[in-house]
């Protein structure tokens, strides 16, 4: 089956304490807004899941607080797909995914908030695929486990994206690597208030000489980026990381300019 939240007119749905199984779903297509909201029970998603339409004429929301959504499947497929509008994970929620991807061009924003709140993804993340100024926000003792790799402004046309990891107990965890700029410029990551961030390997621009003036700033005590190998300006200048206040960032292995910086 084919779930429609908004279909010609604004709408919302929500599920509480039971159990939901959909193929596909739509929040917010054809124009209108539509909100999902999960605050209890288990539902699943076994293919894809679209939030705002393709055209950017729609715009959505997928609000977890409490309960759990999984997007996937026995084979490990399907993807969430942030065209226009946000996704939030709050209280004790859990989203669960394969692969998210934003790829339109107009502003997505991803919010992980509360000691409780926990998303876990499979594959890749993809923040900022066609426009600029995408939004990552990690707080409060949220939770977001990627267990591939994350790259931020992966296209050239997409620069000013920003992560925010703040809060005690705040933590990014990404098993592969960190691009912080693959084909574009000006993104920015900031740690702070006790907040982490995990990868093997993080780049701050990436793959392009056009992928420069990302920044970095680690501050206040408890405040950590562990990057097994760092790379501060694979390609493009004007990359910088900034520590202050306290903050850490541990490397085993790093370059500084490595191609042009």
Avoid at 23 to 34: K, N, P, T
Avoid at 52 to 60: D, E, H, I, K, N
Wanted: net charge negative; with cysteine; charged share 5%.
């Amino acid at each position: 089956s084919v779930t429609f939240v908004s279909e010609g007119g604004s709408g919302q749905m929500t599920v509480s304490n039971g159990m939901w199984f959909t193929r596909s779903v739509f929040i917010g297509s054809s124009g209108v807004s539509g909100t999902l909201t999960v605050d209890g029970g288990t539902s699943t998603v076994y293919s894809n899941l679209l939030v705002g339409s393709s055209g950017c004429t729609g715009t959505g929301a997928l609000m977890i607080d409490g309960g759990s959504l999984f997007v996937t499947n026995a084979a490990h497929t399907g993807t969430l797909v942030v065209n226009k509008g946000g996704v939030t994970v709050s209280g004790t929620g859990l989203l669960n995914t394969e692969e998210v991807v934003a790829t339109n061009p107009c502003p997505a924003n991803l919010l992980i908030t509360g000691s409780g709140a926990v998303w876990q993804n499979r594959n890749d993340l993809l923040l900022g695929g066609a426009t600029n100024s995408d939004s990552l926000i990690i707080s409060n003792g949220g939770l977001f486990v990627d267990s591939d790799s994350a790259a931020i402004g992966w296209s050239s046309t997409s620069p000013n994206n920003h992560v925010i990891v703040t809060g005690s107990g705040s933590v990014w965890s990404n098993g592969f690597q960190l691009f912080l700029g693959t084909l574009s410029g000006g993104n920015s990551m900031v740690i702070s208030a006790g907040g982490v961030a995990l990868n093997s390997n993080g780049v701050l621009g990436a793959n392009s000489f056009s992928a420069g003036n990302n920044t970095v700033l680690v501050t206040d005590s408890g405040s950590v980026w562990n990057s097994g190998t760092l790379t501060l300006g694979n390609f493009g200048q004007g990359n910088s990381l900034m520590i202050s206040n306290g903050g850490a960032v541990v490397s085993r292995t790093s370059f500084v300019g490595q191609t042009s910086s």
